[in-house]
């Protein structure tokens, strides 16, 4: 006997016969002998609608707190439909709404991006999940919605209900979190533009992370913070009406919620290509690359401008890395010459949640000036940081930054 947490997107909840093929596919479970909390999205584009609505009532600028009851509507209308689809076929469903005394999320106060209160939510949820499960019922909860300390209703952000899957996962201790979309899995690319994108087998949590943080929509980042080690979470399609089917499993766990620094064990060089409109020259770092590739030259990070490309290099191989990228320039009017610099130590800062990477640089560069420590550059992505310093301060950085970081 499995516990399961099994959260149905607003598409496959979109009509009347998905949410009775999806309710179909939980009683089939439930009778294999699991145990199985629902967690359920506003049907189709429902929430948009009701924003539209929200919008053109208020004159573009509701409250937000009268906006977070507004949306809600969405997920408290869906989890009665869903009940309903279960309680036709003969289960036992019980519906856990925000006004009722079997609400487990608990968050903070912000209006429209609350925070949930794990700790909180965890005694409450085993509290009042776990004896219906052992009595054989069905709750169907709300996704998306939390209440706080006053009982409010708040919402958790847009992509809510993939995050209050993920945490119901948590706090039960699930053996499994099945997110059920319109998609045979994770793919490799937008089906929609790349028709051939093949179904991923098995992906990682972090790997998951960096794909949705850049754009990809199965599901929504935030909610990967609380995968708990020893439950698993498969993304499927219950087109067939059958949520054991495959789909993708997400492996591993983030290795922390806060700031992971980390620093090279060796020094890096800088080898730097100078010439003309180097940004508008198609299929030039390309060429770079693989030029460095032929001479086993390792690349760790890389960065551009108008008339230079940077790449980072082992400090054991800049020269190899010059020589190598010289026999291009002398190819190419349009390269004038390349130089290089070694001693440089590579820090990395990745955090979940470094989106507001201006604040982030700003903080960082407080707090290595306020050692004595400068930074050489920075290069950036959506989930981390690179940061160039002095070989010799390097180590001092890390830890100067490990500690700040981190208070």
Same mark, same amino acid.
């Given at each position: 006997?499995?516990?399961? #947490?099994?959260?149905?997107?607003?598409?496959?909840?979109?009509?009347?016969?998905?949410?009775?093929?999806?309710?179909?596919?939980?009683?089939?479970?439930?009778?294999?002998?699991?145990?199985?909390?629902?967690?359920?999205?506003?049907?189709?584009?429902?929430?948009?609608?009701?924003?539209?609505?929200?919008?053109?009532?208020?004159?573009?600028?509701?409250?937000?707190?009268?906006?977070?009851?507004?949306?809600?509507?969405?997920?408290?209308?869906?989890?009665?439909?869903?009940?309903?689809?279960?309680?036709?076929?003969?289960?036992?469903?019980?519906?856990?709404?925000?006004?009722?005394?079997?609400?487990?999320?608990?968050?903070?106060?912000?209006?429209?991006?609350?925070?949930?209160?794990?700790?909180?939510?965890?005694?409450?949820?085993?509290?009042?999940?776990?004896?219906?499960?052992?009595?054989?019922?069905?709750?169907?909860?709300?996704?998306?919605?939390?209440?706080?300390?006053?009982?409010?209703?708040?919402?958790?952000?847009?992509?809510?209900?993939?995050?209050?899957?993920?945490?119901?996962?948590?706090?039960?201790?699930?053996?499994? #979190?099945?997110?059920?979309?319109?998609?045979?899995?994770?793919?490799?690319?937008?089906?929609?533009?790349?028709?051939?994108?093949?179904?991923?087998?098995?992906?990682?949590?972090?790997?998951?992370?960096?794909?949705?943080?850049?754009?990809?929509?199965?599901?929504?980042?935030?909610?990967?913070?609380?995968?708990?080690?020893?439950?698993?979470?498969?993304?499927?399609?219950?087109?067939?009406?059958?949520?054991?089917?495959?789909?993708?499993?997400?492996?591993?766990?983030?290795?922390? #919620?806060?700031?992971?620094?980390?620093?090279?064990?060796?020094?890096?060089?800088?080898?730097?290509?100078?010439?003309?409109?180097?940004?508008?020259?198609?299929?030039?770092?390309?060429?770079?690359?693989?030029?460095?590739?032929?001479?086993?030259?390792?690349?760790?990070?890389?960065?551009?401008?108008?008339?230079?490309?940077?790449?980072?290099?082992?400090?054991?191989?800049?020269?190899?890395?010059?020589?190598?990228?010289?026999?291009?320039?002398?190819?190419?009017?349009?390269?004038?010459?390349?130089?290089?610099?070694?001693?440089?130590?590579?820090?990395?800062?990745?955090?979940?949640?470094?989106?507001?990477?201006?604040?982030?640089?700003?903080?960082?560069?407080?707090?290595?000036?306020?050692?004595?420590?400068?930074?050489?550059?920075?290069?950036?992505?959506?989930?981390?940081?690179?940061?160039?310093?002095?070989?010799?301060?390097?180590?001092?950085?890390?830890?100067?930054?490990?500690?700040?970081?981190?208070?």
């Amino acid at each position: 006997m499995l516990l399961k #947490v099994v959260k149905f997107g607003g598409s496959s909840v979109a009509s009347g016969e998905k949410v009775a093929r999806a309710a179909k596919a939980i009683v089939q479970d439930v009778k294999r002998g699991n145990r199985i909390v629902v967690v359920v999205s506003a049907m189709g584009d429902s929430t948009n609608r009701l924003l539209t609505i929200a919008n053109g009532a208020c004159g573009g600028s509701p409250a937000p707190e009268d906006l977070d009851e507004i949306l809600a509507m969405g997920e408290r209308i869906s989890i009665r439909m869903f009940a309903a689809a279960l309680r036709s076929l003969g289960a036992e469903p019980v519906l856990v709404d925000p006004q009722t005394s079997l609400w487990p999320v608990i968050t903070d106060s912000t209006p429209g991006s609350a925070k949930p209160d794990l700790a909180k939510t965890a005694v409450r949820a085993r509290e009042t999940m776990l004896p219906l499960l052992e009595e054989g019922k069905i709750p169907v909860v709300a996704g998306f919605i939390g209440i706080d300390g006053a009982n409010r209703i708040t919402t958790i952000g847009r992509g809510g209900g993939d995050t209050s899957a993920s945490l119901m996962g948590n706090v039960l201790h699930a053996d499994e #979190v099945v997110i059920v979309t319109d998609v045979d899995g994770i793919l490799s690319a937008d089906p929609r533009e790349i028709p051939d994108a093949r179904i991923l087998n098995c992906i990682t949590v972090q790997e998951l992370w960096d794909l949705a943080v850049n754009g990809a929509g199965v599901m929504h980042h935030l909610s990967l913070r609380y995968k708990r080690k020893g439950t698993v979470i498969r993304v499927v399609n219950n087109e067939k009406g059958d949520i054991m089917t495959k789909g993708t499993e997400i492996t591993g766990e983030l290795e922390s #919620v806060g700031f992971l620094v980390g620093l090279g064990k060796e020094p890096k060089a800088a080898v730097t290509v100078v010439g003309d409109q180097m940004d508008q020259r198609r299929g030039l770092l390309y060429r770079f690359s693989r030029q460095l590739s032929e001479a086993d030259v390792t690349i760790y990070s890389i960065s551009a401008s108008t008339y230079s490309i940077t790449f980072y290099v082992d400090e054991k191989m800049e020269r190899t890395a010059v020589a190598s990228l010289h026999e291009l320039v002398v190819e190419d009017d349009k390269l004038k010459a390349v130089t290089s610099r070694g001693g440089i130590g590579l820090i990395t800062v990745a955090a979940q949640g470094l989106q507001d990477k201006a604040s982030m640089l700003s903080r960082i560069g407080t707090l290595l000036e306020e050692q004595g420590h400068q930074l050489i550059g920075v290069n950036t992505s959506t989930a981390e940081l690179t940061l160039l310093v002095e070989w010799e301060d390097a180590e001092a950085c890390r830890d100067v930054l490990h500690s700040g970081l981190a208070s």
